[in-house]
């Protein structure tokens, strides 16, 4: 299935340039200073950088007048497809800016001109070695602590991801020991787990992209598992939305179900077969990963033509960010003794992203890092201890601004949370 | 290739820093849209600007306008780009060799600060409705939310426009402007209001003559005379400080009622003619803080999940709509001082509305529009084009009038224009019931009928434009003298043509038309672009 570019042209054309992309939704907005959501306007001001520019910018480049240059590179890289645009939008529309700019991404990868030569690399490291970072593949499975079994053959298979396979062994670890105490069987596919290809797909690397969901799907269907429980938000995300996507396909239409482990924990939280034993004292506040959040609904295949007064027929299903996962990961930690959860100004829908996707911490580092720093500002005003996340891209992007600035927050997964209530 | 003289380039990097200048095509190009007005007549022929600036402060933004005026560059100033009219101008109607122009982006321009005791705030150009209200009302105070929506910048939109139902309890726009610092279209900073005298902007009038009228948008040049760095806005006394709670995900998000205090009340009338004599003798009475009447479309609107579910409820209903239109009351009672207050002006309601044989229906006990927000932009989504062709604030006759006027017009235009079956207008009381504001909204699908892009968008603004003349026939005041107004073939018709008086003071505050020209454009973009209505609707004989 090949989406482009031509077939969002309506969605472009008909922004009307509320702001509603950029803005916090105008019920929760509190202050000027946490007004945006939308890191990119915000860091870099001018209106290219924000989805009403970048729709502008697809209609120029469809019409065949703006020249592919690397400034306009720059405009349409500089953003971490967090999806705020989209849900901001469609609060009063029903148009498509995120779908707008993935294929305009797609555009300039066929021109020759995107990604940039940092996702370039990491595409060059996927192909060759399965994982983002070029570790070799056969390390992949070392983050399994010795006293964890994994079963064999099992209905859920843990699909850990590169970050937490290599990176941040922490969250995979604690995971892991998370499903064991639980007494819930599970399964790896091992050697046979590569990339999810979420570093491919959002930055327009469709192709790359393919050759990862086919491989990852057909292992999945080769383990016999009917779900796929991941703990990082962008691997949720992409299996649970791209995959489908790209397939041409609902994500209730695929031959399995998927998962993260706050849904799953929640779950056992709410049918009553898991309480908390230990006492985690701590006043934390809780940072929504986009791709868990605002981006993780269903994908609803949609086919069909737009008529009179723009009616879509037949009538489509937006994703308006409404059924997230909002409040698993607020019902686990708010049943762990001890935790204070306290909110920060933006939240669920209305999250500032962590700064970390769509390619940005890859290719442009400092605005990844400028926009951790900023959720940093806004936990701290809540007077928090910690904040946790549910995505290990999340916790990399804020741990690395809370040591450049040696600040005193500390920063947690969310699997970490659970692990401390969960051990004896 | 922009034609903008690269020395003037230099001296703004100088100026802001050049992290906040560029004449990068990339960047200039996402400034030519023109918010609600995308393709409209105007928008043929538009180009982006040759530079984008950003400044910080009101000696930037006077270093800029300067630098403007020795190179000749027109400079087009933008506060949140919402609702920016032409915002890139048409180029064959400036000066030959005029350089390209210059958009001055002010949304570094943030400041808010509020004086609790006297009870206003002082903004600059790049703060927006949603945290100024959010913040006042922490502090027991308020103002509107605008028809233009909780995106509108709080200054741009004083001065233009600031209409809502709320203007029932807290008065027109310019009643609400107080002291301000405007950097003129020469780049001289004029303080007005006693801010001329002081540092308190307490105080709007004087020293001398009133000088807030230059300011004038709705009715007057869309502020193309500099730029307002500095306004000080009154508010107004809500109740205690305490947070209206937000509920709900998006995109149904709302403010949660304390019912003791604040209270939304619809009710069905007999007739228009009772909701009319409901709504005077509401006013007469002093009760409420909002006194509306909201075309049915917008109950459908709110309905409705998708564009889709919108149509199959508001085709299913044509008929019955037509047939037996509801009269609908929408009433917002607020106990400012008491709760005693809230319970004695809904006993007052009730004897109103009894006595007028209306009914109340079931309402939410929520904000579902003013408070903190409007839903501007979802005017866009039924169809995909929307405009107001008419927005006035008179006499509730005069409004009852017009709406006659407009809905009976509009019945030949229907299709391109979406059929509302018969609909007469947005109905609103200000200041009390001594006013009335009017606003006649249409919509239609910019691809309609044959999906040529332009077609529906060429005919809803041919509906415009012949409304100001069926508006001399009919001895019908029309206020709108915004960019798509014929004023400039017909404005005499009304009596002393203050449309030629405000040009004449433009041209003495901004000697070299650099700020936000041309204005004097409607005959030309006519004879430019729809030539044929000129004789179509015998404008020239309206011509005095």
């Not at chain 1, 890289?77 to 469609?90: E, I, P, R, S, T």
Request: charged share 25%; aromatic share 12%.
């Amino acid at each position: 299935m090949t989406i482009t570019v031509e077939d969002y042209r309506y969605d472009a054309e008909r922004c009307i340039r509320c702001g509603g992309c950029k803005w916090v939704d105008h019920i929760y907005m509190t202050s000027i200073r946490f007004a945006y959501k939308c890191p990119s306007i915000a860091r870099y001001l001018f209106d290219a950088y924000s989805a009403y520019g970048r729709e502008r910018l697809a209609i120029m480049l469809m019409d065949g007048k703006l020249d592919y240059t690397p400034q306009l590179l720059d405009a349409i890289y500089k953003c971490q497809l967090c999806g705020a645009c989209d849900v901001g939008c469609k609060r009063n529309l029903d148009l498509e800016p995120l779908l707008v700019m993935e294929t305009l991404r797609a555009r300039l990868v066929e021109k020759g001109l995107g990604p940039a030569p940092e996702q370039k690399k990491i595409a060059e490291n996927i192909s060759n070695s399965h994982n983002r970072y070029g570790s070799p593949h056969a390390n992949r499975p070392k983050w399994l602590p010795k006293d964890v079994k994994p079963a064999t053959k099992a209905d859920i298979v843990y699909f850990v991801g590169c970050a937490s396979s290599y990176a941040h062994t922490e969250i995979a670890q604690a995971t892991a020991r998370i499903l064991t105490n639980t007494n819930t069987k599970f399964m790896l596919l091992d050697s046979e787990e590569w990339c999810c290809g979420y570093p491919l797909y959002s930055t327009g690397q469709v192709d790359a992209f393919k050759k990862q969901l086919e491989h990852n799907i057909e292992a999945v269907k080769t383990s016999g598992a009917s779900t796929v429980l991941v703990s990082c938000a962008e691997g949720y995300k992409t299996w649970k939305v791209d995959y489908p996507k790209l397939l041409g396909k609902s994500t209730a239409d695929m031959d399995f179900r998927v998962m993260h482990i706050v849904e799953y924990i929640d779950q056992l939280i709410q049918d009553g077969s898991l309480k908390f034993d230990n006492k985690v004292d701590m006043k934390v506040t809780y940072h929504d990963p986009c791709n868990l959040g605002r981006l993780s609904e269903p994908w609803i295949q949609w086919q069909g033509e737009r008529g009179k007064w723009g009616r879509l027929e037949p009538p489509k299903e937006f994703r308006r960010g409404t059924y997230g996962i909002y409040d698993a990961p607020r019902n686990i930690l708010q049943a762990i003794p001890g935790v204070e959860l306290v909110e920060m100004e933006r939240t669920k829908e209305n999250a500032w992203c962590c700064g970390a996707g769509g390619g940005v911490r890859d290719a442009y580092k400092d605005f990844a890092l400028w926009a951790a720093g900023e959720r940093l500002e806004e936990a701290k005003a809540t007077s928090a201890e910690a904040i946790v996340s549910a995505c290990p891209h999340c916790k990399a992007n804020f741990q690395d601004v809370v040591d450049s600035r040696q600040e005193k927050v500390k920063v947690y997964d969310i699997t970490e949370i659970i692990l401390q209530a969960l051990s004896k | 290739m922009k034609n903008f003289p690269k020395q003037a380039y230099r001296a703004l990097q100088s100026i802001v820093g050049a992290e906040y200048v560029s004449d990068e095509p990339v960047i200039c190009e996402t400034y030519t849209w023109g918010g609600e007005f995308v393709d409209t007549l105007y928008q043929r022929g538009t180009t982006s600007p040759g530079c984008v600036v950003l400044p910080r402060t009101t000696i930037e933004v006077q270093k800029i306008i300067k630098l403007c005026n020795r190179y000749g560059i027109p400079f087009k100033p933008i506060g949140s780009f919402w609702g920016q009219h032409c915002a890139a101008k048409i180029p064959e109607f400036l000066k030959p060799g005029t350089p390209s122009f210059l958009s001055i982006d002010l949304k570094r321009m943030n400041g808010l600060e509020f004086d609790e005791k006297n009870m206003y705030a002082i903004v600059e150009p790049g703060v927006i409705y949603s945290p100024m209200q959010e913040q006042a009302m922490r502090r027991g105070l308020y103002t509107l939310t605008p028809g233009g929506g909780s995106q509108a910048c709080v200054i741009g939109n004083h001065i233009n426009h600031s209409f809502s139902p709320l203007c029932y309890r807290v008065g027109i726009p310019s009643r609400r402007i107080l002291g301000g610092e405007w950097v003129l279209a020469d780049g001289e900073i004029l303080r007005f209001g006693s801010l001329a005298s002081q540092d308190d902007p307490f105080w709007g009038e004087g020293p001398g003559t009133d000088l807030r009228g230059l300011l004038r948008g709705t009715v007057g040049w869309w502020g193309k005379a500099g730029i307002v760095t500095k306004l000080a806005v009154k508010l107004h006394p809500l109740f205690k400080p305490e947070r209206l709670k937000p509920i709900g995900i998006s995109p149904d998000t709302t403010l949660e009622f304390p019912t003791n205090r604040i209270r939304w009340y619809n009710i069905t009338m007999p007739s228009l003619d009772a909701l009319f004599k409901a709504m005077r003798e509401i006013g007469k009475t002093e009760i409420g803080a909002a006194v509306m009447r909201v075309p049915m479309l917008w109950r459908y609107r709110a309905k409705a999940k998708t564009r889709e579910h919108f149509w199959e409820l508001w085709e299913a209903d044509a008929e019955e709509i037509r047939k037996n239109p509801v009269y609908i009351l929408r009433i917002l009672l607020i106990g400012y001082t008491s709760e005693k207050q809230l319970q004695y002006e809904e006993r007052v309601l009730q004897d109103i509305i009894a006595e007028l044989g209306g009914e109340f229906r079931r309402t939410r006990p929520t904000d579902e529009s003013w408070i903190k927000n409007a839903d501007s932009a979802g005017m866009w989504w039924p169809a995909g084009g929307y405009v107001s062709v008419e927005f006035i604030h008179d006499t509730l006759g005069h409004s009852i009038a017009r709406g006659e006027t407009l809905s009976r017009e509009k019945e030949t235009f229907i299709p391109p224009l979406v059929d509302e079956y018969g609909e007469k207008g947005w109905y609103q009381m200000v200041e009390l019931g001594h006013c009335s504001y009017f606003e006649f909204l249409i919509q239609w699908d910019p691809y309609h009928p044959t999906g040529d892009y332009v077609s529906g968008e060429y005919k809803a603004y041919e509906f415009w434009v012949d409304n100001q003349r069926v508006g001399v026939d009919e001895h019908q005041y029309i206020s709108h003298l915004g960019p798509m107004t014929v004023l400039g073939i017909t404005g005499a018709a009304y009596g002393p043509n203050y449309y030629q008086l405000m040009e004449k003071v433009r041209r003495i505050l901004d000697p070299n038309e650099v700020s936000d020209p041309p204005f004097d454009m409607h005959d030309k973009v006519i004879d430019k672009w729809a030539p044929e209505w000129k004789k179509k609707y015998r404008l020239e004989e309206y011509r005095f």
